[in-house]
């Protein structure tokens, strides 16, 4: 199997952005399945606990796809894929299901396909609000502790 050279010790939306860009230019040019109206985009990478360890998780948007993609942010934390191809990983918001990918100038990452093609998106702004959408559901922002309201506790007289 495959490694990544390193784990993305920064975002690494640049770098998605970049290769995904020439891909975008070279191997995908001419292919009927590209929304005009789209162009490559990192959303939303944030660091998360992953069951192995620490992962950069974010939506990666293409003329071509909406993927969630999951890239290591430590050694040996992207979660092993088996023989038949795909690996369920428990999100906080839902459990979903994970492919392995590699590209030479990336090294090894997770994606679940969220839209492929992604003719049903008029514009860069809404295919954004969907990606936004999709990782505060997948990754809900900590709520705060409940005060606690019991009558013990509002006199005083303990917890």
Partial sequence: MSQSPQPFAATPAAQLEALFRDIAATRMQGIPILNPALQVEAIGFQQWDGPQGRLWAGVLLTPWFMN???????????????????TVIALPGDALPFMAGHEAALGDYRLCSLFSPVMQFADQDSARATALEVLRLLFPAPQAAAPDLSRRRLFGLGR
Avoid: C, Q
Avoid at 68 to 86: C, I, K, M, Q, R
């Fill in 68 to 86: 969630l993609l999951l890239l290591p942010a430590e050694a040996d934390s992207l979660p092993a894929v088996p023989p038949t191809g795909e």
